[in-house]
């Protein structure tokens, strides 16, 4: 097989890779399995470590070593409404995101090693918030 035939047959097999994961053929997923989905469509990396739910959606904090990272999902998806989402550290700045969006505001990020950080985040006016957690 030539050089250009491998490399399309391993685009054409990656691809339906990518499709039989994406629609769940492949495996059975564990528990743990759904918390690092949630994370990967969020955008943030680490343990989910906080969930605040709240009428039009939900605001989720990860933790990892060092960093910190939260977002603002909406519970519907899909006309574009007014998001944020608010990520401080103790002692430091907060870091904000917000706009009209689909889906989701964030997300944020912020060194937290050793730190207490607290989040907020609003859908269509709605909002919920964590007070100082991780310390």
Not at 6 to 22: E, S
Not at 100 to 124: E, I, K, M
Request: net charge positive.
């Amino acid at each position: 097989m030539s050089r250009w035939g491998t490399r399309a047959w391993r685009g054409r097999v990656a691809g339906a890779v990518a499709v039989a994961v994406a629609t769940g053929v492949l495996g059975v997923a564990g528990p743990g399995v759904a918390a690092a989905e949630a994370a990967a469509l969020a955008g943030c990396s680490g343990r989910l470590a906080k969930t605040v739910r709240f009428a039009t959606g939900e605001l989720r904090v990860y933790k990892n070593r060092q960093y910190a990272c939260a977002v603002t999902v909406a519970k519907a998806p899909g006309a574009r409404r007014a998001m944020s989402v608010t990520l401080q550290p103790r002692g430091g700045r907060a870091v904000v995101d917000a706009g009209r969006f689909t889906r989701q505001a964030g997300p944020v990020t912020v060194h937290a090693l050793n730190r207490c950080v607290r989040a907020v985040g609003s859908v269509a006016g709605r909002g919920g918030a964590t007070g100082w957690i991780l310390c």
